[in-house]
């Protein structure tokens, strides 16, 4: 199967998917949910057991492509519940995949790419990464993400990232919780099979059975507030402060708030 912003590998036991924009920072368009969700489906019904999602050149996934939704912004009501939806679509499909999933960051991981980073099972991050979810610096919200993150990191430090949008280093990540490890970028990958190495050391009914236990203890609670997440983040697409933060980070100037 061909992909337009990653590619797919897998040697039978490992899969590893690698983010291949970087360019953009390798941030998500259309096109990167449509292959991301491409390459799940791929790697479910392959032979292999383990996950490994990486990113090309300096940054792991610099969140949403804002020429994209700088576009949709302009869109109705309507595209942004649709598009809201297909979002929800693939952080729920990598919260909930059957396998374990390592994300590998190797350097920046912003927003919808910090929400990559962090639903993986385990989070590998090169001490250089910076991970911060900055959605309120351009008027929007990451109502979608809130929904897992509250569940991985508590509420208060919930708050305090996703309030002021502010991005922190790998060291206070790992003390938050977002990261499981920091590794040398020399070592990244390497370290990321060897944790993949511990998991197919496991019993293969054990691993999948003990992940669909911890999965089920909270499913339907998330899907109940990922329907208010989706209108949330619909609902924000259409006001004045979400068009004129993004057009200010695309120009490259301080935004000038409405409140509204």
């Known amino acids: 199967m061909g992909y337009h ?4 590998q897998s040697d039978e036991e490992i899969a590893t998917i690698a ?3 970087p360019e953009k920072r390798n941030a998500i368009s259309s096109q990167m949910v449509t292959d991301l969700l491409g390459a799940l489906e791929q790697a479910e019904h392959g032979s292999a057991r383990v996950v490994i999602i990486t990113g090309s050149g300096k940054a792991f996934c ?3 492509d804002l020429d994209e939704l700088q576009l949709l912004a302009k869109q109705g009501q309507q595209r942004h519940l649709e598009d809201a ?8 499909r990598l ?5 374990p999933i390592i994300a590998a960051v190797n350097g920046a991981a912003i927003a919808g790419g910090c ?3 962090t639903l993986a099972d385990f989070t590998l991050a090169v001490p250089e990464a910076k991970l911060g979810y900055t959605e309120v610096k351009l008027g929007f919200m990451p109502a979608v993400v809130s929904v897992f993150l509250r569940r991985r990191i508590g509420d208060k430090q919930v708050r305090d990232l996703l309030l002021t949008g502010r991005i922190v280093d790998a ?6 919780g977002l990261v499981t490890e920091i590794v040398p970028q020399e070592t990244l990958m390497t370290r990321a099979r060897e944790i993949a190495g511990l998991l197919l050391a496991a019993s293969p009914t054990a691993v999948a059975r003990t992940k669909k236990l911890l999965l089920n203890f909270d499913r339907a609670a998330i899907r109940a507030e990922l329907e208010v997440a989706i209108e949330a983040n619909a609902e924000i697409r259409s006001t004045p402060d979400f068009r004129e933060g993004v057009a200010a980070f695309l120009e490259k100037r301080r935004p000038k708030w409405a409140g509204q």
């Open 171 to 176: 060291a206070e990540a790992l003390r938050m």
């Open 62 to 64: 610099a969140g949403m």
């Open 19 to 21: 983010l291949t924009v």
């Open 85 to 92: 939806r297909r979002i929800t679509k693939m952080f729920y």
């Open 5 to 8: 912003t990653l590619t797919f």
């Open 115 to 117: 929400g990559i980073a």
């Open 95 to 99: 919260h909930s995949f059957p396998k």
